[in-house]
Nanobody, 120 residues
Framework: QVQLVESGGGLVQAGGSLRLSCAAS????????MGWYRQAPGKQRDLVAF???????NYVDSVKGRFTISRDNAKNTMYLQMNSLKPEDTAVYYC??????????????WGQGTQVTVSS
């Protein structure tokens, strides 16, 4: 079955950096568009960035220039390098495969997520 395991979160001061990892199994990772979502307390889960099968990245405006998404198909793993972190980046971060048109998560099962907390 599909398994998505996120890791790498933590507590960091504003301006700091973190690198998140998403280990995927149970589906063919290399042929899937992959994405990172985040959910802040009391808010809905929103897409932050996604990466195509050709390594083409896409970002929401709020993280452009600060976050970098990447993937390693040999390891079935996706990454999110987060620099210049802001308190508003505080959230639980999740990964999933992505369906396009419309853009939506592919799988109903989510991992446990990884908590990112940015202090001011």
């Amino acid at each position: 079955q599909v398994q998505l395991v996120e890791s790498g979160g933590g507590l960091v001061q504003a301006g700091g950096s973190l690198r998140l990892s998403c280990a995927a199994s149970g589906f063919i990772f290399s042929v899937n568009i992959m994405g990172w979502y985040r959910q802040a307390p009391g808010k809905q889960r929103d897409l932050v960035a996604f990466i195509s099968t050709l390594d083409e990245p896409n970002y929401v405006d709020s993280v452009k220039g600060r976050f970098t998404i990447s993937r390693d198909n040999a390891k079935n793993t996706m990454y999110l390098q987060m620099n210049s972190l802001k308190p508003e980046d505080t959230a639980v971060y999740y990964c999933n495969a992505i369906n396009i048109d419309p853009i939506r998560p592919r799988y109903d099962s989510w991992g446990q997520g990884t908590q990112v907390t940015v202090s001011s």
